[in-house]
T-cell receptor, first 114, second 119 residues
């Protein structure tokens, strides 16, 4: 069965500092990989996704993620964090083909200090 | 871009009553929609897969008779929580898969969620 691990429950960074959120997945083949962001009481917004090709994926709001097959990882990065980035971040995997749901990690709550 | 709406955004009801939550894909067709539940400070857990014109597929442990799903059209799926109890209080989020756009990549678009509080 597929699974997603986000080892960091809570991360605090200073505004302007760089950010890396970790995500590891377990899946029999290469899945589709996603990062979503959720503000309190809100739904999920897609930040970026990986399907194939270039392993470095650019997303919205200045985020990027790198797929590393050898490490089964899909870490999210941002060079300079803004206070508005404070939110919950979810990594998710989805099987290729078929109309099936995503499997989500437990989430990482990002706090940004001024 | 693809937009998914949910209605209502929040609802408070008395124990024993039923509540219906709507999920609509506003600018695309979605044969398949998904219903997730999210408890406070937890991740999203899939409840069921809703397929237009056929019965929903429920995840293990989710009561079919309690959480009724109807996917009557290509743009609307409804989740009805029957005889709701306080333990059903949660954040319910739907997602929809665009039948035509990015079909090869299974991209899903999420609604804003519905906060259900059962007193």
């Amino acid at each position: 069965a597929q699974s997603v691990t986000q080892p960091d429950i809570h991360i605090t960074v200073s505004e302007g500092a760089s950010l890396e959120l970790r995500c590891n997945y377990s899946y029999g083949a290469t899945p589709y990989l996603f990062w979503y962001v959720q503000s309190p009481g809100q739904g999920l917004q897609l930040l970026l996704k990986y399907f194939s090709g270039d392993t470095l994926v650019q997303g919205i709001k200045g985020f990027e993620a790198e797929f590393k097959r050898s490490q089964s990882s899909f870490n999210l990065r941002k060079p300079s964090v803004h206070w508005s980035d404070a939110a919950e971040y979810f990594c998710a995997v989805g099987p290729r083909g078929g109309r099936r749901a995503l499997t989500f990690g437990s989430g990482t709550r990002l706090q940004v200090q001024p | 871009g693809a937009v998914v709406s949910q209605h209502p955004s929040w609802v408070i009801c008395k124990s024993g009553t039923s509540v219906k939550i709507e999920c609509r894909s506003l600018d695309f067709q979605a044969t398949t929609m998904f219903w997730y539940r999210q408890f406070p400070k937890q991740s999203l857990m899939l409840m069921a897969t809703s397929n237009e014109g056929s019965k929903a597929t429920y995840e293990q442990g989710v009561e079919k008779d309690k959480f009724l799903i109807n996917h009557a059209s290509l743009t609307l799926s409804t989740l009805t929580v029957t005889s709701a109890h306080p333990e059903d209080s949660s954040f319910y989020i739907c997602s929809a898969r665009d039948d035509w756009r990015e079909v090869s990549t299974d991209t899903q678009y999420f609604g804003p969620g519905t906060r259900l509080t059962v007193l």
